[in-house]
Nanobody, 119 residues
C-alpha cells in the first residue's frame, strides 16, 4: 500500500507564486512516476505535470508549461510543484498521484489541496 499526502495549497493573488509538496510512503520501490493533477469546479480532473522516477524526465500540460515546475527531493519520495505567474484559471484542487511498478496508470492518490487564485 502507498499513502500520498499533499500540502501547500492556499489562496493567492494572480501573478503570485506557490509551491505544493507531496510525500508518498509505503511500498514505493520501483515507482514509475509521480505526478500532479488538478480538478476545477465543474470540470474533469486534468493532468498538470509528472516526473519519471528513473531518469527524472518531466512532462507538463500546455496550460502550465514554462510557469509550473515539478521537482523532487534527492532522498525519499517527495515531489514539489512550483507554480509561478498564477492565473485565476489555475484555481482547482491539486492532487498528487503515484504510478507504481506493475500498474498501467496512476494508482495511488492524495486527498488534494485547494489552490485559489484571485484576480
Amino acid at each position: 500500500q502507498v499513502q500520498v499526502q499533499e500540502s501547500g495549497g492556499r489562496s493567492v493573488q494572480a501573478g503570485g507564486s506557490l509551491r505544493l509538496s507531496c510525500t508518498a510512503s509505503g511500498s514505493m520501490s520501483g515507482t514509475i512516476a509521480m505526478g500532479w493533477f488538478r480538478q476545477a469546479p465543474g470540470k474533469e480532473r486534468e493532468f498538470v505535470a509528472s516526473m519519471r522516477w528513473s531518469g527524472g524526465t518531466t512532462y507538463y500540460s500546455d496550460s502550465v508549461k514554462e510557469r509550473f515546475y515539478i521537482s523532487r527531493q534527492k532522498v525519499g519520495y517527495t515531489v514539489f510543484l512550483q507554480m509561478n505567474s498564477l492565473k485565476p484559471e489555475d484555481t482547482a484542487v491539486y492532487y498528487c498521484a503515484v504510478h507504481p511498478l506493475g500498474a498501467t496508470q496512476y494508482h495511488y492518490w492524495g486527498q488534494g489541496t485547494q489552490v485559489t487564485v484571485s484576480s
